[in-house]
């Protein structure tokens, strides 16, 4: 193939290639394309060159498609183009495909084992299985079992459980997706069963489980919010979360004679996925008035994240809530849904100039709910509880905020009205550097209230992923974290927090309504110290707490 120029060389190589296909010479065809490769030839001309191989017939080009995977070629639309070609002609040809996948040559065994599930070769099958049973090459292993998943046979299931305990990863991974493709009641039973066997197997089976999505495996799913695995309940939070409303009929469903731990976990779930249809059961959890704070809480907080005017006057009773948190959560939630019932709902509450009045306009001030303040700041008995806790019981920055949105409200004389009342505010002399982090914007300026008023200067982060460049980049003396938020839970942030400092250099307080931690022995409950060096995690804390429970917890490494 002499020639002067490059622009000859290409005409000749087209020219002879087209030559060879009509000749069906596949010797020469080969020998030619030799001459595809990145370093002899431009993307251009292997176009070209693909546009004339799409002509031939299969006998002929599919031998040369082969050849061609052994070619340098880098530009992936190429290498698409060529694995297009691989899909055209292989499709009719099984014993073509039978024969390339059991070669070999490695790169072209790949994209043929690929094509052969793709055009769900059903007479692959015995092959597939017999390169599963004996090939040592993981990619290999990989790629046999993902084709034989796709021609979701019910008698694979016991090739792809075997191949489950394989060491690679992801051989491991594809066996497992492979149970799944398979897509019976078999299939979702086989993946519950690999739950607990390590943390790897864990996650990859509930996404897994995930993907098959018909009614049974979403129920088994669901099931596992209630797992004491904390991996197997935050994977699958994050999987039901990528579902989105599809979720809502089974998450609901659910809760009728959930445990309360549990009750959370399906409650906090709708809540994020943000599904209208998802309402009227929860409001029917806030008006059983469940014994267990937590649910109390969680129902409030999926409320703020589903605005809606059905809410109503089921919302304001969480104002008069024995337990602060649950009363911040309603206030956060009203504060989202204002409606005239509830705003006079909330009129009414504030005018008993009660206890529960008090508490009611300090949650709402400590939540930072300013939209209800707009309908209540004209009512006299609001401003006198907003004076009495202001001046008695809000950390500076709530108070800061509260002055500055009456002054916007046009109350300019408010804050001349409680000056000589008020504490001065005094810096902080403690010097401890404290970061906080949860999902829940309300838990966060709770915490940040009451660490205010041990005398520390809490900095709190909403999103793990912000926190943990900040927490590795200042070595903080004490980390509190939720343990279940989306994207990263409390333990995963640990564990990244433990790779570079030790649980004496950051102590790490963890907070949770869980009893992950928690072992029952002769009938009393017991925080396991095993598990909590395990974990990484220096205390555990449960919700609801006392003030106290919470400043022993943090007096424990820090003296206010």
């Known amino acids: 193939m002499s020639s002067t120029t490059p622009e000859d060389f290409d005409k000749n190589f087209i020219a002879e290639l087209i030559f060879c296909l009509n000749q069906e010479d596949i010797v020469k065809a080969k020998a030619l394309l030799q001459f595809a490769a990145?370093?002899?030839?431009?993307?251009?001309?292997?176009?070209?060159?693909?546009?004339?191989?799409?002509?031939?017939?299969?006998?002929?080009?599919?031998?040369?498609?082969?050849?061609?995977?052994?070619?340098?070629?880098?530009?992936?639309?190429?290498?698409?183009?060529?694995?297009?070609?691989?899909?055209?002609?292989?499709?009719?040809?099984?014993?073509?495909?039978?024969?390339?996948?059991?070669?070999?040559?490695?790169?072209?065994?790949?994209?043929?084992?690929?094509?052969?599930?793709?055009?769900?070769?059903?007479?692959?099958?015995?092959?597939?299985?017999?390169?599963?049973?004996?090939?040592?090459?993981?990619?290999?292993?990989?790629?046999?079992?993902?084709?034989?998943?796709?021609?979701?046979?019910?008698?694979?299931?016991?090739?792809?459980?075997?191949?489950?305990?394989?060491?690679?990863?992801?051989?491991?991974?594809?066996?497992?997706?492979?149970?799944?493709?398979?897509?019976?009641?078999?299939?979702?039973?086989?993946?519950?069963?690999?739950?607990?066997?390590?943390?790897?197997?864990?996650?990859?089976?509930?996404?897994?489980?995930?993907?098959?999505?018909?009614?049974?495996?979403?129920?088994?799913?669901?099931?596992?919010?209630?797992?004491?695995?904390?991996?197997?309940?935050?994977?699958?939070?994050?999987?039901l979360l990528k579902l989105g409303t599809k979720s809502t009929p089974i998450l609901t469903r659910a809760f009728k004679n959930a445990q309360a731990d549990y009750l959370v976990h399906l409650i906090t779930t709708l809540g994020y996925i943000g599904d209208p249809a998802a309402i009227i059961p929860i409001l029917d959890i806030i008006n059983t008035q469940p014994k267990d704070a937590n649910i109390r809480q969680a129902a409030y907080e999926a409320m703020e994240r589903i605005p809606s005017p059905k809410t109503a006057m089921c919302l304001a009773q969480g104002l008069q809530d024995p337990v602060e948190a649950v009363r911040m959560s309603a206030a956060r939630a009203i504060d989202r849904n204002l409606s005239k019932p509830l705003v006079a709902g909330l009129k009414n509450i504030v005018r008993a100039g009660s206890v529960d009045a008090q508490n009611a306009v300090s949650a709402l001030i400590d939540a930072a709910s300013e939209n209800i303040f707009n309908f209540l700041v004209e009512e006299e008995t609001f401003l006198d509880l907003a004076q009495q806790h202001i001046t008695q019981n809000a950390d500076p920055a709530t108070r800061k905020f509260f002055l500055k949105k009456m002054h916007s409200l046009g109350k300019k004389e408010f804050a001349p009205r409680i000056t000589t009342k008020a504490p001065p505010e005094i810096a902080s002399t403690n010097t401890a550097k404290i970061i906080v982090v949860d999902d829940s914007k309300m838990m966060l300026k709770l915490y940040q209230n009451k660490l205010t008023a041990l005398g520390f200067i809490p900095q709190t982060f909403d999103r793990p992923e912000d926190a943990i460049p900040q927490i590795l980049a200042t070595q903080p003396d004490l980390v509190i974290t939720d343990l279940n938020m989306p994207n990263i839970s409390g333990l995963e942030l640990t564990r990244e927090i433990r790779k570079k400092f030790t649980r004496q250099q950051v102590p790490v307080l963890m907070i949770t309504t869980q009893s992950d931690f928690v072992e029952e022995e002769k009938g009393d409950m017991r925080v396991d110290d095993t598990l909590l060096t395990k974990s990484g995690i220096n205390i555990i804390l449960h919700k609801p707490f006392t003030d106290n429970d919470f400043k022993q917890a943090i007096t424990r490494f820090l003296a206010p």
């Open 38 to 239: 990145d370093s002899i030839i431009s993307t251009d001309v292997q176009k070209k060159a693909m546009a004339e191989l799409a002509k031939g017939s299969e006998q002929v080009v599919l031998p040369l498609l082969e050849y061609l995977t052994k070619i340098e070629i880098s530009d992936p639309k190429i290498q698409e183009a060529l694995y297009e070609l691989i899909l055209d002609k292989a499709y009719g040809n099984t014993e073509l495909v039978i024969a390339y996948i059991t070669k070999n040559e490695k790169k072209a065994r790949l994209l043929f084992l690929k094509a052969a599930g793709e055009l769900s070769l059903m007479e692959t099958a015995p092959i597939l299985k017999q390169i599963i049973s004996t090939d040592k090459d993981p990619q290999i292993l990989g790629a046999a079992i993902q084709s034989l998943g796709t021609l979701r046979l019910p008698e694979s299931l016991d090739t792809f459980g075997h191949m489950t305990a394989h060491p690679d990863r992801e051989v491991k991974k594809a066996a497992i997706f492979a149970i799944s493709e398979t897509g019976n009641q078999d299939a979702v039973d086989r993946i519950m069963g690999f739950l607990g066997e390590d943390a790897q197997t864990n996650k990859l089976a509930v996404e897994a489980l995930a993907e098959m999505q018909d009614l049974y495996a979403l129920e088994q799913l669901t099931s596992l919010l209630s797992s004491s695995i904390t991996i197997v309940r935050d994977t699958a939070i994050d999987q």
